[in-house]
């Protein structure tokens, strides 16, 4: 099955500096690839997702790249604001006729200090 | 509209207890789902549901039964608690497969935090 490993475990960064969180699959069959900010005491959400079709996504100061011969993918923030700390989640799945199963990272904490 | 919701919030069991865990979503979604998170570990899928009156195992879905009776609702149950099932618990829905991204976003509720003594 898919795994999914994510680097850093932690992560600190001065205000408005950028910080990148990486991740790996194995599996070269999965599509489709969201990130989660999960802040303290909340449930995870969505904050930028991308499709195998795609290299690069943007959405304001966020940004998600893909390499699908490496089989890796990247969270990329920039100017980072106090707001941004919390924990980011990688998942990959395969998109399939019934159901979307995410395998999760095991999370990056993200500190940034003001 | 509230989105997906989750009771209770907090719950202590002893081992050898059973409980039922709820899960509600006003957004008339087809897809739900049920993720345990532990420390270091990130979420990892317990079982889910495509429609209502279907279920299908996740990846850790030993000590656990679900059920999708009706559409908005998806029921976890813990029939006999162990220690080892100590955790917080999500619930997520989404809407379809999706084209495109559209559709693929799971929505996660706030959480209920299990501890099992």
Known sequence: ?114 | NAGVTQTPKFRVLKTGQSMTLLCAQDMNHEYMYWYRQDPGMGLRLIHYSVGEGTTAKGEVPDGYNVSRLKKQNFLLGLESAAPSQTSVYFCASSYSRGSGTSGMEQYFGPGTRLTVT
Do not use: M
Request: proline share 4%.
């Open chain 1, 1 to 114: 099955g898919e795994n999914v490993e994510q680097h850093p475990s932690t992560l600190s960064v001065q205000e408005g500096d950028s910080a990148v969180i990486k991740c790996t699959y194995s599996d070269s069959a999965s599509n489709y690839f969201p990130w989660y900010k999960q802040e303290l005491g909340k449930g995870p959400q969505l904050i930028i997702d991308i499709r195998s079709n795609v290299g690069e996504k943007k959405d304001q100061r966020i940004a998600v790249t893909l390499n699908k011969t490496a089989k890796h993918f990247s969270l990329h923030i920039t100017e980072t604001q106090p707001e941004d700390s919390a924990v980011y989640f990688c998942a990959a799945s395969t998109i399939q006729e019934y159901g979307n199963k995410l395998v999760f990272g095991a999370g990056t904490i993200l500190r940034v200090k003001s």
